[in-house]
């Protein structure tokens, strides 16, 4: 764990460094988001009236071994099912404990009947020095050309004739923005212990730049490099240390401030926290807002495939009734 950032206390900030919501009125802002995510539709209201329905966002976790992806899937479903829920596995191993590249549907409701929403989670086997990702690799996971479950080692090769691998997948099948999973407890690190790993991701953002594909940072653990932030989450946008870890994940990876979102996940816990559930949900709603800017890009395309004809809608229907 980083020394840097735990040594002395964080004087929280009278003034946020960023203005998210009203963490004063979480009983308010906590449903409300909540809300407007459960009724989370690919391009919102550019397709109202339409008749276009474009099925579901995809969203890729990527980073280091042991970053917190699995974990952070696990938090924002935890969210949505209003109970803590493990459905990943998480933990510290030596080789990354995820070996499957899974889309995780995310499920909203405690009920019986729980309600699907319009974006899947994928998760990825983490990078190793030693299981670092190949450019050719990245692009097949970016195009949708590896399906749900498939074992996936970053550095393996993959061969088109393989099972699991999709030659002609549709716009819904790929990858619409890629969250970077950053421990925030190894960004004084970055330049050195795990440089191999860093400078690969670098690598992939090359492949995700040149594919257009939209990239965010979700920087995992803040509460490790803050105390005030164990203590509360909502106290993170107050708190120094995790400004300046912000900055820093900025610089290193390239991408604007606003692109980074400090997340604290589920890992002891046994109970939902508001200020985590609503932190999770500001960080997701920043990347839906990127999944819709890279759909924005593909708008024709989009109302030429996905719109819903009278004679979809009766094969559809046949479908059912058969
Ligand atoms: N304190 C704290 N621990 C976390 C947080 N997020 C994840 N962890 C812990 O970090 C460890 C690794 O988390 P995972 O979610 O398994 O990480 P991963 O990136 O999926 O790892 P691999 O699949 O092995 O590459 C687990 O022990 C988690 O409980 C967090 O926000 N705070
Ligand atoms: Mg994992």
């Known amino acids: 764990m980083s020394q840097m950032y735990l040594d002395g206390l964080s004087e929280l900030k009278e003034t946020p460094w960023r203005n998210t919501c009203d963490w004063n009125n979480l009983s308010e802002t906590l449903p409300q988001l909540k809300d407007e995510l459960e009724n989370y539709e690919p391009l919102g209201d550019l397709l109202i009236g339409k008749n276009v329905h474009f099925p579901k966002v995809n969203i890729l976790l990527f980073g280091g071994i042991g970053a917190g992806k699995s974990s952070v899937f696990n938090t924002i479903n935890s969210v949505f099912r209003e109970k ?144 005030e932030t164990k203590q509360d989450a909502a106290n993170a946008f107050r708190s120094p240390k995790v400004e300046k ?45 990127n999944c819709d800017a890279h759909l924005f890009n593909h708008y024709d395309e989009i109302v030429k495939k996905y719109t819903v004809t009278q004679m979809s809608l009766r094969e559809n229907w046949n479908l059912l009734l058969n």
Not at 108 to 128: A, W
Request: overall charge negative.
């Open 84 to 227: 803590i829920f493990n459905v990943a596995r998480s933990g510290c191993t030596e080789h990354s404990l995820t070996t499957k590249f899974t889309k995780y549907p995310v499920m909203s409701g405690s009920s019986t009947e729980p309600m699907p929403l319009k974006f899947r989670i994928c998760d990825i086997r983490g990078l190793e020095p030693e299981h670092l990702m190949t450019k050719e690799n990245m692009r097949y996971v970016l195009e949708g050309s590896i399906e749900d479950r498939f074992p996936f080692d970053p550095s393996g090769s993959i061969s088109a004739d393989m099972p699991g691998f999709k030659k002609h997948p549709d716009l819904d099948e790929k990858i619409h923005c890629v969250a970077l999973v950053q421990d925030a407890s190894m960004v004084d690190t970055l330049q050195d212990l795990s440089l191999k790993v860093t400078t690969n991701i670098k690598e992939m953002q090359t492949v995700m730049n040149s594919l257009d594909i939209p990239q965010v940072v979700i920087m995992s653990k803040i509460d490790s490099i803050c105390e």
């Open 245 to 289: 870890c912000v900055a820093k994940v900025s610089e290193v990876l390239g991408l604007p401030r606003n692109m980074v979102f400090p997340m604290k996940n589920y890992e002891n816990e046994y109970q939902l926290d508001p200020s985590v559930d609503t932190m999770a949900l500001l960080t997701l709603k920043g990347i839906l807002n």
